[in-house]
């Protein structure tokens, strides 16, 4: 059994046309924001970040290359 103001109670059209532009571009604002807090490519950026430091500082690049296309 529904009570008189839930019998009575519709929204619009225009009402629901309203809410729901409202909630895409809120919903659109906080994927946004989660998309320029989240780096896709955090698994490259961890493995680049663990080879630091496993060259040796006296390292040539051009010597490193000689080397590769001998062997």
Known sequence: MMCKTEDNTFASDENILSISKRLIR?????????????????????IAKSLFGI?????????????????
């Open 26 to 46: 809120q919903n659109k604002e906080a994927y946004e924001v989660l998309a320029n807090q989240v780096n896709p490519r955090q698994d490259q950026v961890d």
């Open 55 to 71: 060259l040796p500082k006296d390292a040539d690049v051009e010597e490193s290359r000689a080397e590769r296309l001998k062997a």
